[in-house]
């Protein structure tokens, strides 16, 4: 089976192993939900009242309110039956809840009963987090649909990534950008029926029309601890500068290049016994953690846009 | 006792010391640093002249980059005093020196050989300088130190104050203001220094200052170069919503926040950290972080390679 409906298929295969597995005994889904609203008092009593009232058993609560601004950001993990909460009841009580605290944000997700994810890919020459990438998610560890690949590179079918796609049915699309020419409205079609999108060492920048287009979160990895070393080869403008620490970052898109709220950083030591190439190498291993760290915490619903350039990650 | 006598009379003791337990461990520590164009066979040579005179090598650090031909070296090693008096083991390694043209070869041994001598800068922002005498109390910092030189004035019933009058250290105030930076009693002041500390100084030392005064300053910046150069680099981390921060030390140059990078160390900050625990956690890293690139100093660890870096063993 190949694309939409391997998804499909699998989203229902995942339900009903759950089902066959739970009706005798563990009919509890886990459920997560994020909530920002106008801070005041009650939010907490109110929310866990309401999982509570439902049989639902709350295992994890993280709430933030800034010090210097009256907003309440909680992420929620719970366990609940599902006979006791049906999916749909369990979203319209949030949205009530949602609705009396004047909420901007009540997201509600059943990871073992909602569509997963759906993303697209965006690489260049660099196959490094792209393979990495797509291991994971083999591996069952990255839990989302995998719409298509694009790259502005070319790939042959004899290459590891070609026979990976081809086994697992996900589409590649070469579509060689040129000065002037980004290909922007090509990928929009491509991009239309994702969720989010990884840039994955893409090397073009996305111009502001695009991201306003597509409107949705994309997400990048950044081979450099931002605000160091923004913009191109990184690695060398830090063996340069006889750094002792080189990072990666993973951030969301903007219209400004490298400057999105930033997500997850990660560093690790250097020193003099490294060359460019050592120096390149420990890069692309920490731009390979630091990327799919990223893309699972916002799968958790952990990653919450704050303030106009900072995330809460919780 | 104050300040040179304590200091002469501090290296006495020590010699004593160690020549009175000497009847069961009559061996001494040495470093030797080498720097000169890299041929074969320096090691060997070395290690046979520390060998003909019954030392022993305890550990060997070397590093030839791949694209130079350049031989750095770190030994440390164990020997007898009385088999290889101080003066024979410098010349012994001068000759070695000359031999291959070296370009830096310095024999240290901490137990016989005066301590460094440093100042300490410092301006308003206590934390790293009261880390420093700490440690210094603690005898954790291997140095002497002369004096302390701050920009901003201290009342006598304060932490600091109090603390350098009992050890008999010279507080130094020298207010600064524009075109004032008053370079020429700083001079005199640490004309006796072997290096300088920056302790979050925050006045910019002139090309004039560096070229004059000649000799190794060490700073630290409280943010993970090359971000954040300047000043308040906490709030610009804090603004830019980075989740990693540090702080550097380095050499000064005349390029401010550029010179070689010592050491560098971060921790984590969130979403649950305000501007206040940003400069708390930078100031935790500033201090371990500027004592242990002066550790490193003093124990030769650190060697300037090429324009803008350090090779640290």
């Not at 089976?1 to 563990?26: H, P």
């Amino acid at each position: 089976m190949v694309g939409a409906q391997a998804r499909a298929s699998s989203s229902l295969r995942r339900t009903l192993a759950r089902a066959f597995s739970s009706s005798s005994i563990s009919p509890f889904f886990h459920g997560i939900h994020v909530f920002q609203c106008p801070d005041s008092v009650g939010i907490v009593a109110r929310l866990s009242e309401c999982i509570a009232s439902r049989g639902g058993n709350i295992h994890c609560v993280d709430v933030f309110v800034p010090e210097d601004k009256q907003i309440f950001y909680s992420r929620s993990e719970f366990a609940f039956d599902s006979t006791r909460w049906p999916r749909d009841v369990l979203e319209s009580d949030f949205q009530k809840i949602g609705k009396h605290f004047n909420a901007e944000r009540s997201i509600v997700r059943v990871p073992d009963l909602d569509p997963r994810y759906k993303i697209a890919v965006l690489a260049s020459k660099q196959d490094h987090c792209l393979v990495d990438l797509l291991y994971r998610w083999q591996e069952g560890r990255l839990p989302v649909d995998i719409n298509c690949i694009i790259s502005n590179h070319p790939r042959t079918s004899n290459t590891h990534v070609i026979r990976f796609l081809e086994r697992h049915g996900i589409p590649y699309h070469y579509l060689p950008t040129a000065l002037g020419n980004k290909r922007e409205q090509e990928m929009l079609e491509l991009v239309e029926d994702t969720d989010f999108l990884v840039l994955a060492r893409y090397m073009q920048i996305l111009s502001g029309g695009f991201l306003q287009a597509y409107g949705k979160d994309i997400i990048n990895i950044h081979h450099g601890l931002l605000p160091s070393f923004k913009g191109g080869n990184p690695s060398r403008q830090a063996f340069e500068a006889g750094v002792k620490l080189i990072g990666a970052t993973s951030h969301f898109v903007t219209e400004e290049l490298d400057a999105g709220p930033i997500i997850e950083q990660m560093v690790e030591r250097v020193s003099h016994k490294d060359n460019l190439t050592s120096f390149v190498m420990k890069s692309e291993n920490l731009e390979k953690q630091c990327l799919s760290q990223a893309i699972k915490s916002y799968c958790e619903l952990r990653v919450l846009p704050y303030e106009n350039r900072k995330t809460v990650v919780f």
